[in-house]
């Protein structure tokens, strides 16, 4: 299998937005069964069912596919943010480690990979398990998906991302837009806008916008964000708005809330979706 020595790591960053429990092998091992067998008819074409949120969702299990490039193809779950993207970039050292053993098997046998993880959830250390199989080129795994982050997630994150900032900005900024695991998190990612040029200098999920004038932005109906956003925070350094956002999770426009701080000539943010009984 050629390239395959990044994947070990890929495979765990990738499962890290799941949470897996001994009595859901069953239901993993099935859906994966499904998974390829349904690939292996349709091909490639496969990828756009196992990304929506449909046959290919099961409780907390998804399918994901990645090649043995690093790029991932199809995503079911909190990872569909990353398709289309190298994920090599945003590995963890401890988490390649645990999985260097586990793509030993020629193709067609299921593999499995276990490590220990922090459930950010719980804030307990749970283990996280995938099963996986290569077909070709392409891994098709399933995951676990992940609930919604809380509002106390989102803060932690905010928190992390405005130091991270003010040690080494550089490095910091670079760091989002190369979608480090340090400031991603289930559906969290941060943004950054440059308060001296009002455009955006870094984002965890859409590179598209880096350079766009923060002012401009509007929501998926046409409502400003950006605007009221910079005209709140001009005199204060910290706040909060509501607004609709697309969720790169569900794929849907729903209700998010940003935790807004200032550092320097730097605002960040941290948006959270909202349940619906907020």
Request: with cysteine.
């Amino acid at each position: 299998m050629r390239n395959s020595s990044w994947f070990w790591s890929a495979v765990a960053l990738l499962v890290a937005c799941g949470a897996a429990k001994a009595d859901e092998e069953q239901s993993s091992r099935l859906l994966l069964k499904r998974a390829v067998d349904y690939y292996q008819v349709q091909g490639d074409t496969a990828f756009a069912a196992f990304s929506r949120q449909g046959e290919f969702i099961d409780g907390e299990h998804y399918v994901f596919v990645v090649d043995t490039q690093g790029t991932m193809l199809a995503s079911g779950g909190t990872s569909v943010m990353l398709i289309g993207r190298d994920v090599t970039k945003a590995l963890e050292p401890e988490v390649r480690d645990g999985f260097r053993q586990a793509l030993q098997g020629e193709e067609g046998e299921v593999r499995v990979a276990e490590y220990r993880w922090m459930n950010a959830q719980d804030q307990r250390v749970e283990r996280k398990r995938v099963f996986f199989q290569r077909v070709g080129d392409r891994i098709i795994a399933v995951g676990h998906y992940l609930p919604r982050a809380t509002p106390q997630q989102a803060d932690r994150l905010l928190d992390r991302a405005v130091t991270a900032l003010e040690q080494n900005p550089k490095d910091s900024i670079a760091a989002i837009n190369t979608l480090s695991a340090s400031f991603r998190e289930d559906d969290l990612y941060v943004f950054v806008v440059d308060l001296q040029t009002g455009r955006y200098v870094a984002h965890g999920y859409n590179l598209r916008l880096l350079g766009v004038e923060f002012s401009s932005i509007r929501d998926p109906d046409g409502k400003p964000v950006g605007e009221p956003i910079l005209k709140l925070m001009k005199d204060r350094n910290e706040g909060g708005y509501d607004y609709r956002w697309k969720n790169p999770v569900t794929n849907k426009v729903e209700d998010k809330y940003a935790l807004l701080r200032k550092t320097g000539h730097l605002l960040v943010a941290v948006g959270y979706y909202k349940k619906s009984e907020d």
